[in-house]
């Protein structure tokens, strides 16, 4: 190893070119106020990223930084070392040494002699501990995983079901001690760790549902007696900061927590029903919704097509698909691809759901009265590059949108369509002129979101008839090897683990233009599109079919294969 820089940490990441003098004098400022670590600050501040200050430190400490998110702790390591003690001082043991009697520790600050002298005082022997250098995220969710949750929905429903809990009585008090306020906490911390998207709680006649929903389908979780509801309810509200007292009227609120190493914010909504309010949290991981553009599924040729459009100085680009098909990640997605200090980039959202560095995002606000159409109006009095609308819904928004189009911005907006062709009849149907459409409009993402077959437990089989037609074969063509969805423990018998998305992109030429400009039929336009490349919808899902990524059962879910053969 070459020798240790010991410069300062501000000053070492100033001259490697990943903090400017301006943030470090900020970020000095802060730390004169709150006498933080300046590593944390930084972080805080989203100056630099977690792999950046790792190893800027590895660096400036002459240690051997280590990235946690492949690594397999040693079981003997971890069974030497209590998990209370991993967790307080933020360390984790990863490999044991029994020849040479030394212990690996991956910890955040390797210098902390207070640590190092616990854990030997663990240890059953003398022995050399050798430090590695990890982010302090990514040792929370190692631990999480190693160790296991601290927090046990089983063993809380059981102390629930066991230890005579007053239900009444909860409600006016929220001491982390009584196990309804762990059990909301644990079924938030377990809703992260299997990666859901949303939290149903749902009140019936005589008992509460809880529900996840991950990889776009609900599973049930658990079942709970009726009695624990207010208690639950009112824990939620209070963390949402919304009125315990209203139980009539919808409400929406929003909490914030630390888990597994990320920033996690929990979107709120309570809905009055006959058996009192049902609750669904969404969960917005921002480590998980911001995507770089090739992490997003495209092929090769729908990427340079995407790139290609995003190339273009002004116009309107428009994703549509239905709710929950993954449209606000490729935006949010786009939008980081676009971010530097060369471009001003303002959003309206309803709401915003993650926070960017550097892009001015504005939430719709109704008690000043301010929707779409009103707010792009503010939004270009203040010299936009790039605008993103969260969605078009009415004339009055489009004929904004196309405004700030016509006049030099780059514009983003949602549409809810079932195909790219779809979003030009959509537009007609608010109002749009099909001049106004015609040269203004870049292009049109339409995507679907389908889950992932598991590779352990996949099974092959040789596709029949139906399915070779349904997949554009030839029905005297050689039968391909496709692969249905059995299930096994790590895909929780599913069949299925993650999700993938099915995006066609539609790029609009000056040939393309002059059909809309004429309001051509849909068949004449997808033919126009077909000779430029344009692959549709449901090809791009055959695609993955074939290639053993997901099911025909699977993309017939979330795509309509009515027009493919009887």
């Known amino acids: 190893m070459s020798a240790p820089d010991k410069r300062p940490l501000g000053e070492l990441l100033v001259a490697r070119g990943y903090l400017g003098h301006d943030q470090l004098r900020i970020a000095l400022m802060e730390q004169q106020r709150s006498n933080a670590p300046l590593g944390k600050l930084l972080l805080s501040l989203g100056f630099v990223s977690e792999s950046v200050l790792r190893d800027a430190l590895s660096e400036n400490l002459d240690q051997t930084s280590i990235e946690l998110g492949q690594l397999i702790a040693d079981p003997r390591a971890l069974a030497l070392v209590p998990q209370a003690l991993a967790r307080r001082q933020l360390l984790l043991p990863i490999a044991w040494d029994e020849a040479s009697a030394s212990l690996t520790l991956a910890m955040a600050s390797p210098s902390n002699l207070v640590a190092l002298d616990q854990v030997r005082q663990q240890l059953p022997m003398a022995c050399q501990l050798v430090t590695r250098l990890a982010s302090e995220s990514d040792l929370l ?204 980039i303002m959003t309206l959202e309803d709401p915003v759901e993650y926070p960017i560095p550097m892009i001015r995002q504005t939430s719709l606000n109704e008690v000043v009265k301010m929707d779409f159409a009103s707010g792009i109006r503010s939004l270009l009095r203040q010299d936009p590059d790039v605008i993103l609308i969260g969605e078009i819904r009415d004339k009055e928004t489009a004929d904004m949108a196309f405004r700030a189009a016509m006049t030099g911005h780059q514009v983003y907006a949602t549409l809810h369509t079932s195909s790219a062709i779809g979003a030009l009849p959509r537009l007609a149907d608010i109002g749009v002129r099909a001049d106004v459409m015609a040269g203004n409009i870049i292009g049109i993402v339409a995507q679907r979101l389908v889950r992932l077959l598991c590779v352990q437990c996949r099974t092959p089989y040789r596709a029949g ?102």
């Open 141 to 344: 969710a190692a631990i999480d995983q190693c160790y296991g949750y601290t927090l046990s929905i089983d063993g809380i429903l059981n102390e629930i079901e066991t230890g005579e809990v007053d239900a009444e009585s909860l409600t006016s008090n929220h001491e982390y001690s009584q196990p309804v306020v762990r059990l909301i906490d644990a079924l938030l911390a377990d809703a992260v760790a299997r990666s859901a998207s949303d939290i149903h709680l749902e009140p019936e006649a005589g008992f509460v549902r809880i529900r996840y929903r991950i990889d776009g389908v609900l599973r049930q979780v658990c079942v709970l007696h009726k009695r624990y509801w207010p208690a639950m309810v009112v824990r939620v509200k209070v963390m949402a900061n919304m009125n315990i007292a209203e139980t009539r009227a919808p409400q929406d609120g929003r909490i914030s927590r630390v888990l597994a190493g990320r920033n996690i914010d929990f979107r709120v909504a309570a809905q009055p029903t006959i058996w009192g309010e049902n609750l669904v949290l969404r969960i917005l991981d921002r480590k998980k919704g911001l995507l770089p553009i090739a992490a997003l599924g495209l092929t090769p040729p729908n990427l340079a097509t995407l790139r290609r459009m995003l190339a273009r100085p002004e116009g309107l680009i428009l994703i549509t698909g239905p709710t929950g098909s993954g449209k606000t990640t490729t935006l949010y997605s786009i939008l980081a691809e676009l971010n530097s200090e060369q471009v001003n």
């Open 465 to 566: 008839v139906r399915e070779r037609q349904l997949l554009g074969f030839a029905t005297d063509a050689p039968a391909p090897t496709l692969y249905r969805a059995c299930g096994c423990p790590a895909c929780e018998q599913q069949g299925y683990h993650g999700r993938t998305s099915v995006i066609e992109i539609l790029r609009l030429d000056a040939g393309l233009d002059a059909l809309v400009a004429t309001a051509a039929s849909r068949d004449a336009l997808l033919a126009a599109a077909g000779e430029r490349g344009f692959t549709a919808l449901i090809d791009d899902a055959c695609r993955l079919v074939v290639a053993g990524i997901t099911t025909l059962d699977e993309i017939a879910r979330v795509i309509d294969l009515s027009e493919r053969g009887p």
